[in-house]
DNA sequence: GCCGAGGTTTACGTTAACGTAAAGTGCTTG
DNA sequence: CAAGCACTTTACGTTAACGTAAACCTCGGC
């Protein structure tokens, strides 16, 4: 684990609002990831960017998609999972019923997904609170002053 | 993700209190894995359970263990991040002040984890809203009626 | 006594998500 | 114009977390 503070990077700071594009180099270090991992993900169908020539162009919805996709991998989605909503998402105006139904379905799904993983972070939460008070007892015992956190 | 289910299954329902037993088999239905599973984890020192012979006897305090793991996996934390964390604290009585310490250290790396993964879920739920709302308007605007979910 | 159900070890296979290295293109800067 | 830097493609390598197959034991029942 241990990630890094990027955390949700990625903003543009009020400029020319919409022009501004990307070049790999640029979005890898906005989002701390490796132009290999951009490269990637457009591979999987994650992202689709311009070309000049035969260099990427990323505009900000490019910018977007990979903000999404990063946080949905924090989240433990696939990428295959990720595409899924995606791409769903962005053929949408023409999307037939069954595809939309198709969307909520998996959308449901997501939610439900979500609802366990905050279940869990409670536990979790709880369990981490139950080890530390245990780890700080031993430690005063032992004649160490534990770090007030 | 599509996670079955079993959510936190496990539940002793009121036997004997404290004598209870699993085989690999009884483990491995209850939390929806496979025994192959159970066994990785055991040989990734997640857990080490008693034989009879050569044949693996679960007590309680191995399901619980497993319980865990499987909450863990469910976060995202890898199995050498869950191992650290759960063999630590069985260690604990007899560990020393420089190994408590490092388990404080992880204990807020993993506190912060969290809170991240708290604010993209939030995060990520807005999208979904916003997704399944626009996917509920094209649907009605195709003169199909929406699930009311 | 044999059979099937469940357990075991050993070992090779698989998938996702990249890492890494090689070899080439193109700009701009001293 | 040579060097360097950022970009490109191609392709093989790597790691985690199991899956899968083969070959074996062992026990209760018929």
Do not use: W
């Not at 000049?52 to 990063?70: H, N, S």
């Not at 369990?127 to 770090?147: H, I, K, Y």
């Amino acid at each position: 684990m241990t990630q890094r503070t990027a955390s949700d990077a990625g903003q543009t700071g009020g400029l020319p609002r919409q022009r501004r594009t990307f070049s790999i180099g640029e979005l890898a270090k906005i989002f701390e990831v490796t132009p290999r991992t951009i490269r990637f993900y457009e591979q999987e169908g994650l992202l689709a960017p311009e070309r000049r020539g035969q260099t990427r162009i990323y505009c900000e919805k490019d910018r977007v998609r990979l903000k999404l996709t990063l946080r949905g991998k924090r989240l433990g989605f696939s990428l295959a999972e990720i595409r899924e909503v995606v791409m769903m998402y962005d053929a949408m105006p023409d999307g037939n019923a069954r595809q939309l139904q198709r969307l909520l379905e998996i959308l449901a799904d997501k939610r439900a997904n979500l609802e366990r993983q905050l279940e869990d972070i409670r536990l979790m939460h709880k369990e981490l609170d139950d080890v530390e008070s245990r780890a700080r007892e031993v430690l005063s015992g032992l004649g160490v002053e534990p770090p007030k956190h």
